[in-house]
């Protein structure tokens, strides 16, 4: 009973550490010390400039220009507007390209010496269409306000701090790429601390920083400030497809540190991103932590140096524990000498077998495949498809479904080690009947059935008898041990993911002879070094949560669990309650999925999605109303008939998604007035004039010979035209002239396509109805398309 009351106190303990540790700050009030981050301050500036949606180049964008302008004449930072054309080609897409006019804002504090290089805090105040954007990112521009005024404050900095406020970055980093390679002062910044968000709550993760990281982690160590950063974060970072204006940033080989919140996902993008719904706590965070670095730097008379990228992670407070690369092969030495140490003097205290080791090295990997595959079959058990909306279902209820993936990770954890005292071999038909059941809801699932295969084949093999407590565990630290050797070779800046909790395991395994001593210390060091580990380790699932809808993830958190709970959730040897503790884990947390089934989530405060538009299609003369296919409410499906269209399939040139419409009357419509003539040079310049009344124009170029084109809206690029084969063109500020420059091989002809997008129904159409209260509009939705084609010859 002991050994029960100990897994349950470290399981309470380790929780209410991670519950502490993602605890946000209050928001200060603004009668705080000038000197000081306060939330509130900065709160009244997110208030009134996230009034309503501002896409980059519409009057509402420009109005927040203005409200932004104010508060930086009002802070004597002399702002200026700076205008230009950002031209920006997405990774890995050669056929597509944005571009559009910005308005980037940019103000200066004077420092003491003026040749010095500037520190700059950069945020953009542009919105996605139908997103007030309070979060995204009102909130970085707001901190990055308060943090400037705060530096003020403090006395005259030694070098400018300049505050650069971006245009465009939501349609494709276009203010950022416009400043940093063709806006002269980009050329005088040293430092950026970017923020941003991916939501509208929870703790701020420093997630980004320039390579070679070793001097910015010094920095970010000696100022932390309840900081949320590791080395891990960056790794995932630099493989994912996304970006914010610091890839701009980084391009121009200035060094950065990227903040951001990525909590309450469910308001991202999205018309929920309000003031109201903004945590206040989430703002008093960025602030405190980005005031703390980018203060100290504005103070200091060098800039961070570059040095080999740092292994570190926050741990408790305001620690950061940082070393270089070779501190982690140091790390694995020291735990391999504890380990030895461990096993060798647990034998002194009573043999066991070798093959007890060799099934507790089973038993992890057991644990970790096998974790893999039950949460795979959980998620596909809530009934949400995988995909950005619809996620959506989830995000709406993610406090259960988190609670959900804690219970059923850690409840498979318990079982497995529990049923080491009794060696069932049925043991090893639970993940794989559920690995395999995962593609029992509609598709084949790979993750749920390679996991599941593998997780049952393993489990054969180790659960065919009893194990002792002390060499199952010797195994379950071998294997790890094993693992963190390959992370640190392969991907040194997630070895400590690996070889922390692996060092307390081998702490504990050392001073307590792998568990055979069971005095009250003995007990009370176990649940020390577990508690701590797990409130440690809830911070990292927390992080993968909220990052990816990918249920691997996890198994490298029960495995590392597993390094610390393994002798307190092994009972004695052919002790019947072995099975107890994951049983009930497992039912709560299914039952807990079950209730996320059955649950309908959408309220006034998480609507469900509706996407609807008119098309007209100017070379048939015929017009459709449309809607996503999946993301469809009732509500969509009434604006469908309302012209007393059949609603059927809908596919069409412009649009990739899979779409469902019904025809609809006609309604007359602006066609882009576009022309094609010859330059000076032999070359040919393709002219669409601005609509005014419209927001985005997508063109699509196919050429009868091969081409190049030279120039978007006046800025230099190259992109291939490949005989046949379409380009993209998405002009992000359709009411200003566009101008293509082309350079052809020769006679030929130009195939045209075109899409223009006004944010409004078209007039003259039967209105749309109400929308009921849990229903909201997303993206562009409610909008007016027109398409149409042209070709020209030369």
């Known amino acids: 009973m002991g050994r029960y009351l100990a897994l349950l106190l470290a399981l309470i303990v380790g929780s209410w550490i991670a519950f502490v540790g993602e605890k946000l700050p209050d928001s200060l009030t603004a009668s705080t010390p000038l000197t000081e981050f306060a939330g509130e301050r900065a709160f009244n500036d997110v208030n009134f400039m996230a009034a309503v949606p501002h896409p980059v180049g519409t009057v509402a964008n420009q109005n927040v220009r203005d409200a932004i302008m104010g ?13 230009g054309v950002g031209v920006q080609q997405p990774r890995g897409a050669s056929d597509i390209v944005a571009a559009g006019v910005v308005e980037n804002l940019v103000g200066v504090l004077p420092g003491r ?24 990112d009102l909130m970085g521009v707001a901190s990055a306000l308060e943090v400037v005024r705060a530096i003020k404050a403090r006395g005259t900095p030694v070098r400018d701090v300049m505050l650069v406020i971006t245009d465009g970055e939501e349609a494709g980093l276009l203010g950022a790429n416009h400043f940093f390679r063709r806006d002269p002062l980009a050329l005088h910044i040293g430092l950026v601390f970017n923020m941003e968000a991916r939501g509208s709550g929870g703790r701020v993760n420093m997630f980004q920083t320039s390579p070679q990281n070793g001097g910015l ?35 121009a080989k200035v060094a950065g540190l990227n903040y951001a919140i990525i909590g309450n996902q469910f308001d991202y993008h999205s018309p929920t991103s309000t003031a109201a719904t903004l945590e206040r706590g989430s703002l008093q965070d960025m602030g405190d932590q980005v005031l703390a670095a980018a203060g100290y730097a504005a103070f200091e008379r060098q800039l961070p140096a570059k040095a080999p990228n740092a ?5 408790l407070g305001d620690t950061v524990v940082a070393y270089p690369a070779w501190g982690g092969w140091a790390l694995l030495a020291v735990i391999a000498v504890l380990l030895l140490f461990a096993i060798r003097w647990a034998r002194h205290s009573g043999e066991f077998p070798a093959s007890d080791i060799l099934r507790g090295m089973g038993a992890q990997l057991f644990a970790g495949l096998g974790t893999v595959a039950v949460l795979e079959f959980a998620r596909r058990l809530t009934g949400a498809e995988f995909g950005y909306l619809e996620q959506r279902f989830l995000l709406a209820q993610v406090t259960r479904w988190e609670w959900a993936i804690m219970l059923i990770s850690l409840g498979f954890l318990m079982f497995a080690a529990g049923d080491m005292a009794r060696g069932r071999r049925w043991m090893a038909a639970f993940p794989l009947v559920l690995g395999l059941a995962c593609s029992a809801f509609g598709e084949f699932d790979v993750i749920g ?22 060499g199952a565990w010797a195994g379950v630290l071998l294997v790890t041990w094993i693992l963190g050797v390959i992370v640190q070779a392969v991907a040194p800046g997630a070895s400590y993911v690996v070889a922390w909790p692996l060092l307390l395991g081998a702490i504990g395994a050392a001073a307590t002879s792998l568990s055979a001593k069971r005095g009250l210390l003995s007990f009370v060091l176990l649940v020390v070094l577990a508690s701590a580990a797990l409130g440690w380790e809830g911070g990292l699932s927390h992080f993968a949560f909220e990052a990816m809808d990918l249920m691997p993830l996890f198994a490298i958190q029960m495995i590392t669990a597993g390094v610390v709970l393994w002798p307190l959730a092994q009972p004695d040897t052919n002790a019947e309650k072995g099975l107890v503790v994951g049983s009930v884990l497992l039912i709560a947390g299914f039952v807990i999925t079950f209730v996320i089934r059955a649950e309908d989530p959408w309220t006034p405060r998480h609507p469900q999605v509706s996407y609807v538009g008119y098309h007209l299609d100017q070379d048939t003369g015929k017009a459709w109303r449309f809607s996503l296919a999946k993301a469809r409410p009732q509500w969509s499906d009434m604006v469908m008939k309302a012209d007393g269209g059949v609603v059927q399939p809908y596919a069409h040139w412009a ?15 602006v066609q882009p007035v576009t022309s094609l003539g010859k330059t000076a040079d032999g070359g040919l310049m393709l002219h669409v004039a601005g609509q005014p009344e419209a927001r985005e124009l997508d ?7 091969p081409g190049r084109v030279l120039s978007l809206g006046g800025v230099p690029m190259d992109m291939a035209l490949i005989p046949g084969k379409w380009v993209r063109v998405y002009w992000f500020t359709a009411g200003k002239d566009l101008d293509v420059a082309i350079q052809p091989s020769g006679p030929g002809r130009l195939d045209v396509r075109y899409m223009t997008s006004r944010d409004a129904w078209p007039q003259g159409a039967i209105p749309l109805p109400t929308r009921p209260s849990d229903v909201m509009p997303w993206d562009s939705s409610d909008s007016t398309f027109v398409t149409g084609t042209r070709a020209f010859t030369w």
């Not at 004449?73 to 507007?81: I, M, S, Y």
């Not at 599941?452 to 659960?463: D, E, K, M, T």
């Not at 779409?659 to 309604?667: S, T």
């Not at 063109?699 to 010979?705: D, I, P, Y």
């Open 217 to 251: 982690i010094d920095l970010f160590q000696k100022t932390a400030r309840r900081p949320a950063s590791s080395s891990l974060s960056v790794l995932i970072y630099e493989k994912l497809p996304n970006d914010t204006d610091l890839t701009e940033t980084l391009r």
């Open 449 to 470: 059935a390679v996991t599941g295969v593998l997780a049952g084949a393993i489990g054969v093999f180790i659960y065919n008898r009893p194990a002792s407590r002390k």
């Open 113 to 136: 010496d003026r040749s010095l290089p500037a520190v700059a805090l950069m945020a953009h105040y542009d919105s996605v269409p139908g997103s007030p954007g309070a979060a995204d």
């Open 699 to 705: 063109l699509q170029l196919r050429a009868t010979v």
């Open 655 to 669: 649009w990739r998604r899979e779409l469902m419409g019904a025809p609809a009357r006609p309604l007359p419509a």
């Open 311 to 315: 292994i570190y992670a926050n741990v």
């Open 71 to 83: 508060r930086m004449l009002r802070l004597g930072l002399n702002p200026q507007v700076r205008p």
